[in-house]
C-alpha cells in the first residue's frame, strides 16, 4: 500500500502519441507527486524530474527561484547550469519581466539568450506568479529547433497554476 510520499512510476507514453494525451497523463502525474506532500524541495525536484522525461526532446528541465531580486537556480534534470539570473536577462529574465510564458523556437535569434548548455536550441520559460508576484519559473530546453509550441505553453501553464497552491513558495524563496 502507498503512502502520501510514494507513486508508483508513470512512464512516458509510447513514440506516437500525441503530444496532448502525453501532457494529459504528465498532469495526473504530476498531480500525484505532489498531492499530500508539503516539502517545496521534493515537490519542485519530483516535477522537475516528471516534466524532464514526458517531455520530448529536452535537455534540461527546472526552476529558478526569486531570492534576493535575481533567479536562483532550483531543483531541475540536465547538465549543470547557470546559477544565477538577473531580472530581464535571458529567456528566463525575460519571461519574469514581462510575465508571460517565452516561446522561443530559436534561442540563437533571441537578443541577450544565455547559453549555460550550448547544446540548447528552442526554450520555453512559464513564469510562476503568487499573490500578484513572480516567485520564479519552470524552464525548458531542448535540442531541437522549434520544439514548443502553443500546445505546450498552454499545458505547462496548466501544469504551473497546478502546484502553485501546493508548494511553500516563501520558504523556496527565502534569501537564505
Known amino acids: 500500500m ?6 508508483d512510476y508513470v512512464p512516458p507514453l509510447a513514440e ?3 503530444k496532448n ?25 519530483n516535477v522537475a524530474g516528471a516534466v524532464f522525461e514526458h517531455v520530448p526532446g529536452l535537455n534540461w ?4 527561484l526569486m531570492k534576493g531580486g535575481e533567479l536562483v537556480l532550483g531543483p531541475f534534470q540536465g547538465r549543470p547550469a547557470c546559477v544565477r539570473i538577473a531580472v530581464g536577462r535571458g529567456v528566463c529574465g525575460a519571461a519574469v519581466a514581462e510575465r508571460r510564458t517565452q516561446v522561443v523556437p530559436d534561442v540563437t535569434a533571441f537578443p541577450g539568450h544565455i547559453a549555460c548548455d550550448a547544446r540548447s536550441r528552442s526554450e520555453i520559460v512559464v513564469p510562476i ?3 500578484g508576484q513572480v516567485v520564479g519559473v519552470l524552464d525548458l530546453d531542448s535540442a531541437r529547433v522549434a520544439n514548443f509550441d502553443i ?14 497552491p501546493v508548494v511553500d513558495w516563501r520558504a523556496a524563496t527565502r534569501g537564505d
Open 21 to 45: 494525451d502525453r501532457y494529459i497523463e504528465l498532469r495526473r502525474y504530476v498531480l500525484a507527486l505532489v498531492a499530500g506532500e508539503t516539502d517545496w524541495l521534493a515537490n519542485l525536484a
Open 151 to 164: 500546445e505546450d505553453r498552454r499545458a505547462l501553464e496548466t501544469i504551473v497554476k497546478d502546484i502553485t
Open 129 to 131: 506568479v503568487v499573490d
Open 61 to 64: 528541465a527546472g526552476f529558478y
Open 2 to 7: 502507498l503512502t502520501h510520499h510514494e507513486v
Open 16 to 18: 506516437g502519441a500525441s
